[in-house]
C-alpha cells in the first residue's frame, strides 16, 4: 500500500488531523491552509502513526519505512545543528532547529514505545500470528520472543510451580481439558474507536453481514467498531483520532 | 510485569497541545535570517519555512511562534477565527442552532488556550473580551455535548460527530466510549462474538470526563 500513489492516496499525506470538512463553508481562512511550499510530511505522518497506534485496539503493521525516513530526517538536522554560526540569529537558528530535532525525537519514541507497550500485553496472540509477527520490526520480533520467554519463567517461578499438576501452563487454563490457547490477552476488535475520514469511502459496511452501511465522507467524525474500518484504515482511507 | 492501563491509551491535554502546536499561525519576524544562500527560508525537521524578514508575514508552526515570540523575535497575528466579531457570530450560531455544532478548527481550544497563556499580547485590548468569548463558546458546546451524550441509549453501529474539536472527543471519550463497548456487549451475540467478548478483560472504572477549564 505504500506503493499505491494514486490520486487519493497522494491527498493523504495532507494534514488530515487539520483538514478541516469544506473549506468553502467556513467563516475563516482555515489555520492548516499552508500554501504550496515543501513540507516535510513525513512528521506528520508519523504523528498520524503514533495515534492510530495508541487508539487502535489491536498492534497495527509497523511503518518501517516512514521510520528510517524519520531517522535520517533526525540525524540529518543533528549535524546541521553542529554546525551553527555563532551569531545572534544563528543562534535563533540553532534554537529552532533543536525544538524542532526534540519534537521528531519525542514523537518517534512516543511511536515506538506505544508499540512496546502494545507488544508486552498482547505477545502470545502476536506470537501466535505468523501473518502479525511479519508486520513487526526485527527488534520487535526479538523482543516479543524474549519478554515471552522471560516472563513465562518469571510467572513459572513464581506462581505456576506452585500449583496442581493441570494448572501449571502459561498458555491454558487446564493443561487437558482446554482445547485451546485460553489465558492469552487479545485485542478486542469489536471496541469502539474514533476515526476521522480522510477521503470519500462511500457506503461502509459495518458488519460481516453487510446488514448495517454507513456513509463515510472525506472529514467525517465519527464513532464505531473497530472491525468494520480495520481494513479501511491500513489502506489509509482513514485516521484514529 | 507490564500490564496496558487503559490510562496508558488515552490522550493527555498536554498531549492534545503537542499535536496542535503544529498548527500554523501568522507571523510578522522583526529579525532577518541573513541566509543569502536560501533566501532567508529556515530548512528544519518540521519542513521549509520562512522567509524570515522584518515586517514580512510568514507562515510558521505555533510552536515556533511562540518559541520566538517569547524572545520578542516576532509579533504573532491571532487566527482569524479568534477575532471577536467572528466569536460573536459562532457563539449567536452556537446557541440558536441547537442541533448542530459550528465549525471551528480541531484544535480550536488547544490553540485558544496556548495564545491565552504565553502570547496575551498579540490581542491587544480585545484579550479580555476574546478569552471570555471562547470560554463561552466552549461552555455552550460543553452543554450541547453533554444534552447529546443522554440521546446515547443502544449500540449503534456508527455515530457521527459534526464538528467537535480534539479537547471535545477526548473528553467524552472514556464515557462515550465505555458505554458503546458495554452496549455492543449487551446485544444478543452469535456464539463466534460472544467467545470474543467473553475473551475480553472487563474494563475498570473509568475516570469522568475531565473539565478543561484551567487557569488562564
Known amino acids: 500500500?505504500?506503493?499505491?500513489?494514486?490520486?487519493?492516496?497522494?491527498?493523504?499525506?495532507?494534514?488530515?488531523?487539520?483538514?478541516?470538512?469544506?473549506?468553502?463553508?467556513?467563516?475563516?481562512?482555515?489555520?492548516?491552509?499552508?500554501?504550496?511550499?515543501?513540507?516535510?510530511?513525513?512528521?506528520?505522518d508519523l504523528r498520524n502513526a503514533y495515534v492510530n497506534e495508541k487508539v487502535a485496539p489491536e498492534l497495527l503493521d509497523y511503518q518501517g519505512d516512514l521510520v528510517t525516513r524519520v531517522e535520517e530526517l533526525i540525524k540529518h538536522q543533528e549535524t546541521l545543528l553542529a554546525d551553527a554560526e555563532q551569531t545572534p540569529v544563528g543562534e535563533l537558528v540553532r534554537l529552532m532547529r533543536a525544538q524542532s530535532l526534540t519534537r521528531a525525537r519525542y514523537l518517534l519514541r512516543a511511536y515506538l514505545r506505544?508499540?512496546?507497550?502494545?507488544?508486552?500485553?498482547?505477545?502470545?496472540?502476536?506470537?501466535?500470528?505468523?501473518?502479525?509477527?511479519?508486520?513487526?520490526?526485527?527488534?520487535?520480533?526479538?523482543?516479543?520472543?524474549?519478554?515471552?520467554?522471560?516472563?513465562?519463567?518469571?510467572?513459572?517461578?513464581?506462581?505456576?510451580?506452585?500449583?496442581?499438576?493441570?494448572?501449571?501452563?502459561?498458555?491454558?487454563?487446564?493443561?487437558?481439558?482446554?482445547?485451546?490457547?485460553?489465558?492469552?490477552?487479545?485485542?478486542?476488535?469489536?471496541?469502539?474507536?474514533f476515526v476521522r475520514v480522510l477521503a470519500d469511502c462511500g457506503q461502509v459496511a459495518m458488519d460481516a453481514a453487510g446488514d448495517e452501511t454507513v456513509e463515510l465522507s472525506e472529514g467525517d467524525l465519527l464513532v464505531t467498531r473497530y472491525r468494520g474500518i480495520r481494513d479501511l484504515l491500513r489502506d489509509k482511507w482513514l485516521q484514529l483520532v | 510485569m507490564?500490564?496496558?492501563?487503559?490510562?496508558?491509551?488515552?490522550?493527555?491535554?498536554?498531549?492534545?497541545?503537542?499535536?496542535?502546536?503544529?498548527?500554523?499561525?501568522?507571523i510578522?519576524?522583526?529579525?532577518?535570517?541573513?541566509?543569502?544562500?536560501?533566501?532567508?527560508?529556515?530548512?528544519?525537521?518540521?519542513?521549509?519555512y520562512g522567509p524570515f524578514r522584518p515586517s514580512s508575514i510568514t507562515q510558521v508552526p505555533l510552536w515556533m511562534a511562540l518559541m520566538l515570540h517569547k524572545?520578542?523575535?516576532?509579533?504573532?497575528?491571532?487566527?482569524?477565527?479568534?477575532?471577536?466579531?467572528?466569536?460573536?457570530?459562532?457563539?449567536?450560531?452556537?446557541?440558536?442552532?441547537?442541533?448542530?455544532f459550528q465549525a471551528l478548527p480541531f484544535h480550536y481550544q488547544e490553540v485558544a488556550h496556548l495564545l491565552f497563556t504565553h502570547a496575551k499580547d498579540s490581542f491587544?485590548?480585545?484579550?479580555?473580551?476574546?478569552?471570555?468569548?471562547?470560554?463561552?463558546?466552549?461552555?455552550?458546546?460543553?452543554?450541547?455535548?453533554?444534552?447529546?451524550?443522554r440521546e446515547?441509549?443502544?449500540?449503534?453501529?456508527?455515530?457521527?460527530?459534526?464538528?467537535?474539536?480534539?479537547?471535545?472527543?477526548?473528553?467524552?471519550?472514556?464515557?462515550?466510549?465505555?458505554?458503546?463497548?458495554?452496549?455492543?456487549?449487551?446485544?444478543?451475540?452469535?456464539?463466534e462474538r460472544q467467545e470474543a467478548a467473553e475473551a475480553e478483560p472487563t474494563p475498570g472504572q473509568r475516570p469522568p470526563p475531565r473539565q478543561l477549564r484551567r487557569g488562564t
Open chain 1, 1 to 44: 500500500m505504500e506503493e499505491d500513489a494514486g490520486g487519493a492516496m497522494r491527498r493523504l499525506s495532507l494534514s488530515p488531523l487539520t483538514a478541516p470538512r469544506n473549506n468553502s463553508q467556513l467563516p475563516f481562512t482555515p489555520v492548516a491552509a499552508s500554501t504550496e511550499r515543501e513540507r516535510s510530511s513525513d512528521l506528520l
Open chain 1, 114 to 193: 506505544t508499540r512496546l507497550l502494545k507488544l508486552e500485553r498482547f505477545c502470545v496472540s502476536v506470537l501466535n500470528d505468523p501473518a502479525k509477527l511479519d508486520q513487526l520490526s526485527p527488534a520487535e520480533n526479538q523482543y516479543a520472543q524474549d519478554y515471552f520467554y522471560e516472563e513465562g519463567r518469571g510467572v513459572k517461578e513464581a506462581v505456576l510451580q506452585h500449583m496442581p499438576e493441570n494448572f501449571q501452563s502459561v498458555l491454558k487454563q487446564h493443561s487437558k481439558l482446554s482445547l485451546e490457547k485460553d489465558i492469552m490477552p487479545a485485542p478486542n476488535l469489536d471496541a469502539y474507536v
Open chain 2, 2 to 26: 507490564v500490564h496496558l492501563q487503559e490510562t496508558d491509551l488515552l490522550f493527555t491535554p498536554a498531549e492534545l497541545e503537542f499535536f496542535a502546536e503544529d498548527e500554523e499561525v501568522e
Open chain 2, 28 to 48: 510578522v519576524p522583526n529579525f532577518q535570517l541573513q541566509d543569502l544562500v536560501n533566501d532567508d527560508m529556515l530548512n528544519i525537521a518540521a519542513g521549509t
Open chain 2, 71 to 100: 524572545r520578542r523575535k516576532c509579533r504573532i497575528n491571532p487566527p482569524a477565527w479568534m477575532a471577536a466579531a467572528q466569536l460573536e457570530a459562532v457563539l449567536e450560531g452556537e446557541r440558536n442552532r441547537p442541533e448542530k
Open chain 2, 124 to 149: 491587544g485590548g480585545d484579550l479580555v473580551q476574546v478569552q471570555d468569548l471562547v470560554a463561552e463558546v466552549a461552555r455552550v458546546r460543553r452543554n450541547k455535548i453533554q444534552a447529546g451524550l
Open chain 2, 152 to 191: 446515547l441509549q443502544s449500540a449503534l453501529s456508527a455515530v457521527k460527530l459534526l464538528d467537535l474539536g480534539y479537547m471535545e472527543v477526548n473528553q467524552i471519550r472514556p464515557f462515550f466510549k465505555a458505554s458503546l463497548d458495554r452496549f455492543f456487549r449487551l446485544l444478543p451475540l452469535d456464539p
